[in-house]
């Protein structure tokens, strides 16, 4: 079950991307095929690859909103890691099973492309970059990974869409190559986007610390809870879409026990209440005498 709004929008953003992404399979290569192009139907084998990874990524999604259990417990947010690095591998075999029928054609004369399949390279360029777009946003919003992987994924593929359709022309126009060219440089970004992907993957599966302006937020959230007198440490860890926190506060050095306890709960609930986080550790500490008021 998602937990939050924003698990939401993400699973929904994939959902979306993975039914688009099965539609441009099925219209490029139809359409590569009665068009003659060798270009588009690199570009059809890429979105079909589309289709295989978005289906990761909507997995990924579904298990990374599941709860903490007995086994994890702190919950299951590294399976966005795992499907990136899935998306990451089909892109890299896509690319170069691509890569070595463009050889291929550019070795021998190739059929000269139609005005159809010119029509259909042009027209799925445009919606595929706004959808690179809004993804992009979203994931910058959410923190989620999945999401930006597929984001990279879409802008590669609206690259290689305007790329077959340039090979298309260049061959209308009496270049016999352009299309398999084109259908190469088509497999070269493929492999390209497989290795951006990974490269998030492997970052996100090392704890990195969160953006300076989530630290911000953090921190300043924590410095206004009543009673503290300075957030003398803050540590941070990326898991997934979320963040989880340590802090260390400084509290008057006579409070109670109890008194310093309810500061720390008060730090907990405070920092929980961001859009990202997800857990806080708060350790409280004494302030020093020269800080006594």
Known sequence: MLSTELDRRNHQAATHNLLFNLLLTVVKLVAG????SEALIADG????????SS?????GLAGAGRPPDAGHHYGHAKAEAISQNVVAVLLLLAGM???????????RASSKPSWLALAVALAAMLPKAFMAISQRRLA????SHAVLAASVDNRVDAASSLI???????????FVSGDSIAALVVALLVMWGGVEVFRTAANDLMDPAADNATEASIHSVAAAVQGVRSVSSLRTRVNGAGVLVDLEVEVD?????????????????AVTQLERVRGA????????EDEKL
């Open 55 to 59: 289906i990761a990524v909507v997995i």
């Open 140 to 143: 910058r919003r959410t923190g």
């Open 164 to 174: 077959a359709a340039s090979g298309i022309l260049a061959s209308r126009m009496g």
């Open 33 to 36: 095929v009665m068009g003659r």
């Open 97 to 107: 099973e691509v890569a070595n029928t463009a050889i291929s054609g550019i070795a």
């Open 281 to 288: 550790t708060v350790h409280v500490n004494p302030a020093r």
């Open 45 to 52: 084998v890429h979105s079909g690859a589309d289709v295989l």
């Open 253 to 269: 050095r006579d409070l109670s026990l109890v008194a310093a306890h309810d500061i720390a709960h008060a730090v907990e609930d």
